[in-house]
């Protein structure tokens, strides 16, 4: 079903964190976007459709008043709203949003520290675009910040702060189908494996809460009122967002997830764990019986590597990218 293509060499090693990649198609350039993070920079190659141009940049954390942050960047997203996309990095610091391509810093938010180290370790992670004009980023307080984003400029604003979680946010997911009709557009997940169900707005109004039995769930994803779940028993759940109904549940992957992606227009799903596999699986909604079922499609060994990053390149699932712990490449697959 699917080939192994050329890889992207990139200039350090992926660190080992979940979604530890990031995709952005930019089809009137016929260019496609990636970033990795290793420790304190974010690694971000552009290349393009043919194969033949590459070119490489590199993003530091920052923060106020330093010349060089040590600060170790936990996430790398791009997020896509309807007038710009923007870069959002994540770290132990604060939270830096860039321009699409990463040229210019439009906005910087730090983190509350405390003044004397705590146990509780400090930083923000779990990234998503909802609607027109919002990006919510997680923070490992279990709150959820809500940024209003302009059209252009940089006079961005934390609009709302969002404390449901009592755990430290792993990931979150937008509503990906582009539906109108779903009423959930947000899910947010926790290192218990709670999950958060959203409907966005002025202000943001919590739908559902889904118990997590106390198993880390690092990475979701939320398709036409679906929510998908990975979790560090190799498990996928796929829950009915705004009621909580538990679809279906998969025993995926030997080790621990780290990525989740889903091709919106296909219903394709991608997965990938510790035990080096990376998994296709095939999503069908039956709205007769208000049930989603899934369907394992192929999968992919990549020999000898705790895989941290996959997502697709195309909304249809035509083609997938693959990072890997202490791997200085990019693993590109298309189908055949």
Sequence with gaps: M???????????????????????????????????????????????????????????????????????????????????????????????MYESDGSIMVYWHALDTPETPTAQA????????????????????????????????????LAEVLEEHKESITDMASECSGSLECIADLVSADDAGNLC????????????????FDMCCSSVKLWKGTVVAGYGTGQIRLYEAVTGILHAEVSAHARWIYSLDIAPFSGLLLSAAEDSLVRVWHLTQTPETNSVEIAHMYNEC????????????DGDGYAFAVTGYDLSEIIRYTQT
């Design 122 to 157: 400090v930083f923000a992670r779990g990234i998503a675009a909802v609607r027109e004009k919002y990006i919510c980023v997680g923070v490992s307080s279990g709150a959820m910040l809500v940024f209003d984003i302009p059209t252009k400029g940089s006079n961005i604003t």
């Design 197 to 212: 169900v959203w409907k966005s707005g002025e202000e943001f109004q919590l739908l559902n809460k889904i118990p997590g």
């Design 2 to 96: 699917y080939h192994k293509e050329k890889s992207i060499q990139i200039k350090n090693s992926a660190s080992a964190l979940y979604n530890n990649l990031s995709v952005l198609r930019i089809a009137p350039r016929s260019l496609t976007y990636f970033t990795v993070v290793h420790a304190n920079v974010v690694n971000m190659v552009s290349a393009s459709w043919d194969g033949l141009n590459y070119s490489h940049r590199q993003l530091q954390s920052k923060e106020p008043n330093v010349a060089t942050s040590t600060s170790l960047i936990m996430q790398a997203a791009w997020c896509v709203l309807p007038s710009r996309d923007l870069l959002v990095l994540t770290s132990q610091k604060g939270i830096q």
């Design 302 to 313: 990549v020999t000898d590597t705790q895989i941290c990053g996959a997502k697709f390149c």
